[in-house]
Structures are given as C-alpha cells and as structure tokens.
C-alpha cells in the first residue's frame, strides 16, 4: 500500500509562494507519474499538475506559468511550487501517484492519494 503524506500548507496573502512536498512510501515511486490535485470548498476535485517519472510535466490551465511540479526519485518526494497565488488557489491540496509512469490529468488514473493539505489565499 502506498502512502503519501502532504506538507506546506498555509495561510498566504495574495501574490505569496508556498511550496507544498509530498512525501511517499510503500511504493515504487520512480516508476510512477505523480499528479496534484485539488478540492476548494463546495466543488469538485481538480487537476492541478502532472510528473512523468522523469521531467515531463502538464498544468491546469489555471496554474500554468505560476506552479511548477518537481520531483527527487531519491527522497521519494514530488513537490508544487506555487507563485503568484491567488484567493482562486485557495483549496485543499491533494498529492496522487499512479502506477503507470506517465502523466495524467485524469483523477480515475491515480491509484493512492494523500490526506490532503490546506492552502488559503488571502485578498
């Protein structure tokens, strides 16, 4: 069973950074596509950005030009580089893992996800 544990979550004024890390265990992390997701209040998960096992990346729209995705197969960590944040971004963050090595926007292809940390953007 993969476990993936999210961290860096917070409370941010508009324009801020954060960077969100996700940490994984029980599964063999360089063989799998990693994504992150997210869920605002009221509304329905959404993707957010998508690693192949290797450099290959894709965003939402949404975020494109202001998250960056990044992983270290070593430390079994994917991380969300988040710029320019907007009171939009606010949600919880989610991190998933699928057991193909190539990217997805689509939740139905990740296979494990994590418990999910609070981002809240400020005006």
């Known amino acids: 069973q993969v476990q993936l544990v999210e961290s860096g979550g917070g409370s941010v004024q508009a324009g801020d950074s954060l960077t969100l890390s996700c940490v994984t265990s029980?599964?063999?992390?360089?063989?799998?596509?990693m994504g992150w997701f997210r869920q605002a209040a009221g509304k329905e998960r959404e993707f957010v950005a998508t690693?192949?096992?290797?450099?290959?990346?894709y965003y939402a729209d949404s975020v494109r030009g202001r998250f960056a995705i990044s992983r270290d197969n070593a430390k079994n960590t994917v991380w969300l580089q988040m710029n320019s944040l907007k009171p939009e971004d606010t949600a919880v963050y989610y991190c998933?893992?699928?057991?193909?090595?190539?990217?997805?926007?689509?939740?139905?292809?990740?296979?494990?996800w994590g418990q999910g940390t609070q981002v809240t953007v400020s005006s």
């Open positions: 998933a893992s699928r057991l193909r090595p190539y990217i997805s926007g689509r939740i139905s292809d990740y296979n494990d």
């Open positions: 029980g599964g063999t992390f360089s063989r799998s596509a």
């Open positions: 690693i192949n096992t290797g450099t290959n990346t």
